[in-house]
């Protein structure tokens, strides 16, 4: 859109750039031009510094404000070296002295076109391969598919360890649905959630009346795998005795019903997960060694977000993509500030995180253009600069717990999963944190 009070301004520039096959409307007036702005899809203006009833400086600030997408060009007979600068300031990409020179004019044009349509295209004409679910162009990413191939070939148990958010059921799925047990199936048991009371029940069924409160009976994890896969989430979280219930299982491939004097065979593929450092815990007594070797197989270890910065674009232009379809809306796009920051992000939460924050986004936005203001708090500055001299552990502890808990939108349950620690630590340490901070 070109904005002019200059009535042969206005036909020089639309001449001018019609050369290019561009699409330009003219507005004599700033109210015109916010009519225009109001009810038509602009990329560009060049904006006159000298318009009737609006100051164009103004205007600028407008369009910036409210169109952060929109790039803008101004123009002025006699600018002052002042007006420049503030023309600049207010986020003008450039200020060409009139009377316009038009290939000083196209030249300027097609070069914010040009990084217009990048911007769009690295947001949303970014098809990056997507095998099994799994998004990305990472060499990270990569490894992690072509585990996936070789496991899926075979019938060896699996560990997939990383940490949490990462997406190891999503690989736990592909190794199934890609390899020979497919048409059975895939039944996810988080560990954690199994009380050491109801694990023979939960895991190998009961019949009738084998304790009080059992009226009816139940299948249990593996009977309803059979033949298939049981996905063991968290395993790190196991207790003792969970872990004894399942090494007799891999080791005799046999499960005994609660209540039931009989012994039923199983073939049932088990893949395993964690965020935990298993051998550490052996060390320590806290994981079976035998376990672990019979778990530990074939081993798959999917890599951290922040460990692969190249699949960020290519993960939250599929969310954003998905959400937006959901909610039957156009999708927004990321200016390049604001992709810089995402970039620069640790993501603690790692692509749970993303997800949530795309969605969010989604929800909160009130443009068709996202930039940095739009993001979260702890994503704005992207780098965090160094404080003078080092911080503490506990500052820093203090930091990271509560960029983690902001990551989750304040579910305590969710970011202390992330953290590695229980709800009563993460209470605990929070209750700290507040003590330190309070004034006096």
């Given at each position: 859109?070109?904005?002019?009070?200059?009535?042969?301004?206005?036909?020089?520039?639309?001449?001018?750039?019609?050369?290019?096959?561009?699409?330009?409307?003219?507005?004599?007036?700033?109210?015109?031009?916010?009519?225009?702005?109001?009810?038509?899809?602009?990329?560009?203006?060049?904006?006159?510094?000298?318009?009737?009833?609006?100051?164009?400086?103004?205007?600028?600030?407008?369009?910036?404000e409210?169109?952060?997408?929109?790039?803008?060009?101004?123009?002025?007979?006699?600018?002052?070296?002042?007006?420049?600068v503030?023309?600049?300031?207010?986020?003008?990409?450039?200020?060409?002295?009139?009377?316009?020179?038009?290939?000083?004019?196209?030249?300027?044009?097609?070069?914010?076109?040009?990084?217009?349509?990048?911007?769009?295209?690295?947001?949303?004409?970014?098809?990056?391969?997507?095998t099994?679910?799994?998004?990305?162009?990472?060499?990270?990413?990569?490894?992690?598919?072509?585990?996936?191939?070789?496991?899926?070939?075979?019938?060896?148990?699996?560990l997939?360890?990383?940490?949490?958010?990462?997406?190891?059921?999503?690989?736990?799925?592909?190794?199934?649905?890609?390899?020979?047990?497919?048409?059975?199936?895939f039944?996810?048991?988080?560990?954690?959630?199994?009380?050491?009371?109801?694990?023979?029940?939960?895991?190998?069924?009961?019949?009738?009346?084998?304790?009080t409160?059992?009226?009816?009976?139940?299948?249990?994890?593996?009977?309803?795998?059979?033949?298939?896969?049981?996905?063991?989430?968290?395993?790190?979280?196991?207790?003792?005795?969970?872990?004894?219930k399942?090494?007799?299982?891999?080791?005799?491939?046999?499960?005994?019903i609660?209540?039931?004097?009989?012994?039923?065979?199983?073939?049932?593929?088990?893949?395993?997960?964690?965020?935990?450092?298993?051998?550490?815990?052996?060390?320590?007594?806290l994981?079976?060694?035998?376990?672990?070797?019979?778990?530990?197989?074939?081993?798959?270890?999917?890599?951290?977000?922040?460990?692969?910065?190249?699949?960020?674009?290519?993960?939250?232009?599929?969310?954003?993509?998905?959400?937006?379809?959901?909610?039957?809306?156009?999708?927004?796009?990321?200016t390049?500030?604001?992709?810089?920051?995402?970039?620069?992000?640790?993501?603690?939460?790692?692509?749970?995180?993303?997800?949530?924050?795309?969605?969010?986004?989604?929800?909160?936005?009130?443009?068709?253009?996202?930039?940095?203001a739009?993001?979260?708090?702890?994503?704005?500055?992207?780098?965090?600069?160094r404080?003078?001299g080092?911080?503490?552990?506990?500052?820093?502890?203090?930091?990271?717990?509560?960029?983690?808990?902001?990551?989750?939108?304040?579910?305590?349950?969710?970011?202390?999963?992330?953290?590695?620690?229980?709800?009563?630590?993460?209470?605990?340490?929070?209750?700290?944190?507040?003590?330190?901070?309070?004034?006096?």
């Amino acid at each position: 859109m070109a904005v002019d009070s200059d009535a042969r301004a206005l036909d020089d520039i639309r001449d001018c750039l019609a050369e290019g096959k561009l699409d330009v409307t003219t507005a004599p007036s700033g109210a015109e031009a916010l009519r225009v702005l109001e009810f038509s899809k602009v990329d560009l203006v060049v904006l006159d510094l000298q318009i009737p009833d609006v100051d164009g400086l103004s205007l600028l600030q407008y369009i910036r404000e409210h169109f952060k997408d929109i790039e803008v060009i101004m123009t002025a007979e006699f600018p002052t070296v002042p007006d420049a600068v503030l023309a600049i300031k207010r986020g003008a990409e450039n200020l060409l002295v009139k009377p316009l020179q038009p290939d000083e004019l196209r030249s300027t044009v097609n070069r914010l076109i040009g990084k217009l349509s990048h911007r769009r295209a690295l947001v949303f004409e970014c098809t990056p391969p997507e095998t099994y679910g799994l998004i990305g162009i990472s060499d990270g990413i990569c490894n992690v598919i072509e585990r996936i191939e070789r496991a899926a070939a075979i019938n060896a148990n699996v560990l997939i360890h990383g940490e949490s958010g990462t997406g190891k059921e999503l690989v736990a799925r592909a190794i199934h649905y890609g390899g020979d047990r497919a048409a059975a199936r895939f039944v996810p048991v988080n560990c954690t959630a199994i009380p050491d009371t109801l694990i023979e029940s939960e895991l190998f069924g009961h019949v009738k009346g084998a304790f009080t409160g059992a009226k009816d009976s139940r299948a249990g994890f593996f009977q309803i795998a059979d033949g298939g896969t049981i996905f063991l989430d968290e395993i790190g979280d196991a207790s003792l005795n969970l872990q004894g219930k399942l090494l007799r299982v891999l080791q005799n491939k046999e499960i005994h019903i609660v209540g039931s004097s009989h012994v039923r065979k199983v073939d049932t593929r088990i893949i395993a997960a964690t965020h935990k450092d298993l051998l550490a815990m052996v060390d320590k007594n806290l994981f079976r060694e035998d376990l672990y070797y019979r778990l530990d197989v074939v081993d798959i270890y999917v890599p951290p977000l922040r460990e692969r910065p190249a699949d960020i674009l290519p993960l939250v232009n599929h969310f954003l993509n998905q959400y937006a379809k959901e909610m039957g809306i156009e999708p927004p796009i990321f200016t390049d500030r604001a992709i810089e920051n995402l970039k620069n992000h640790s993501w603690p939460g790692n692509v749970r995180e993303l997800e949530n924050l795309a969605q969010r986004l989604l929800v909160n936005a009130d443009s068709d253009t996202l930039d940095v203001a739009d993001l979260p708090k702890t994503m704005r500055q992207g780098v965090r600069p160094r404080a003078e001299g080092l911080q503490t552990l506990s500052a820093l502890e203090a930091e990271h717990i509560l960029r983690v808990l902001e990551s989750t939108g304040g579910n305590k349950t969710r970011a202390a999963a992330i953290l590695g620690i229980d709800r009563k630590t993460l209470r605990e340490k929070l209750k700290r944190i507040v003590e330190i901070h309070q004034p006096g």
